[in-house]
């Protein structure tokens, strides 16, 4: 399976923007619901923001108003504008799709999820 390919990431001033983008277009697979996930040095890895395939979004209460997740069926693309950036945003931010359904080891059927490689995001005070 093709990983999902993220860029945007980078090092920005407290208060400042960022831009991060994903594209899952060489998969083989329909893809379903996109979402961005990051993961801070000694914490758990959390969901950021998704977007279902008609739109419906969901963020987490922590960059609730601050973040914006949109995206782009027809080259599955998924962006995330990311304004007012605090300290506490800096992680490593990782693209997810879900892409149909599997049958695991154990004969159940999953969803089937890609993973991008992540793009760092560091922010100073």
């Known amino acids: 399976q093709v990983q999902p390919v993220e860029s945007g990431g980078g090092l920005v001033q407290s208060g400042g923007s960022l831009r991060l983008s994903c594209e899952a277009s060489r998969s083989a697979y329909s893809i379903d619901a996109m979402a961005w996930y990051r993961h801070a040095p000694g914490q758990e890895r959390e969901l950021v923001a998704e977007v279902s395939r008609n739109g419906i979004t969901n963020y987490a209460d922590s960059v609730r108003g601050r973040f914006t997740i949109s995206r782009e069926n027809a080259k599955n693309r998924v962006s995330m504008q990311m304004n007012n950036l605090r300290p506490e945003d800096t992680a490593v931010y990782l693209c997810?799709?879900?892409?149909?359904?599997?049958?695991?080891?154990?004969?159940?059927?999953?969803?089937?999820?890609?993973w991008g490689q992540g793009t760092q995001v560091t922010v100073s005070s």
């Open positions: 997810h799709a879900k892409a149909g359904i599997v049958v695991n080891v154990e004969g159940a059927l999953v969803e089937r999820e890609l």
